[in-house]
């Protein structure tokens, strides 16, 4: 299935090709190295919530074509 997912700072996206039972874990890697940024720093929310590094795509409602977003935290601000 395809995802989108949408950078809350500066809006871009990126299209990714994923299994429903990969984890948000599995999905914050694929983004880290596409934007070359640790995965620890990535937060990723689906319909407002942070979803859990270890909760699969299906166990989180995530099917094709949704958008999740994405967050970067900084440290100290």
Do not use: W, Y
Not at 14 to 27: A, C, E, H, Y
Not at 31 to 42: C, D, G, Q, R
Not at 58 to 70: H, N, Q, R, T, Y
Request: net charge positive; aromatic share 2%.
């Amino acid at each position: 299935m395809k995802i989108k997912i949408v950078s809350a700072i500066g809006g871009d996206t990126l299209d990714l090709k994923v299994d429903p039972l990969m984890t948000i874990g599995d999905v914050k890697k694929m983004v880290a190295e596409k934007k070359k940024i640790p995965p620890s720093t990535i937060v990723v929310t689906f319909h407002t919530r942070e979803q859990p590094d270890n909760t699969t795509l299906k166990e989180a409602g995530i099917s094709d074509g949704d958008k999740l977003f994405a967050v970067t935290r900084t440290l100290g601000g």
